[in-house]
């Protein structure tokens, strides 16, 4: 059984900063990409950002770029999203997800249908 579990949401303060980590069992193959996806309340969900493992290419929402850190460490199958500078529209519940297809094409890292695999998602709040 594959699961996903995502960690690390809390409240923070604006300029502020929380790890999220996304610990993933159970997958059939050792190539698989990880992807992070949030959806605030009455939007759509978005596309945070990938890695691939099998070639390490990461991928980023421009919402995101230059604040938000995907990285991973393949002997605990575990991704972080290190997430700095937070904003106020960074508030979200926080989802990891698996997809077998790696590496992942980028006109497709955000994009939720690729993806196969949820786990439940971490809340992050962060306030002005």
């Known amino acids: 059984e594959v699961q996903l579990q995502a960690s690390g949401g809390g409240s923070v303060q604006a300029g502020g900063r929380l790890r999220l980590s996304c610990a993933a069992s159970?997958?059939?193959?050792?190539?698989?990409?990880i992807g992070w996806f949030r959806q605030a309340t009455g939007k759509e969900r978005e596309g945070v950002s990938s890695?691939?493992?099998?070639?390490?290419?990461?991928y980023y929402a421009d919402s995101v770029k230059g604040r938000f850190t995907i990285s991973s460490d393949n002997a605990v199958r575990t991704v972080y999203l290190q997430m700095d500078n937070l904003k106020p529209e960074d508030t979200a519940v926080y989802y990891c997800?698996?997809?077998?297809?790696?590496?992942?094409?980028?006109?497709?890292?955000?994009?939720?249908?690729?993806?196969?695999?949820w786990g439940h998602g971490t809340q992050v709040t962060v306030s002005s």
């Open positions: 997800a698996a997809s077998l297809g790696d590496p992942v094409p980028e006109q497709y890292f955000n994009v939720a249908e690729y993806y196969t695999y």
């Open positions: 890695i691939s493992r099998s070639d390490g290419s990461t």
């Open positions: 159970g997958l059939p193959f050792d190539e698989y990409v």
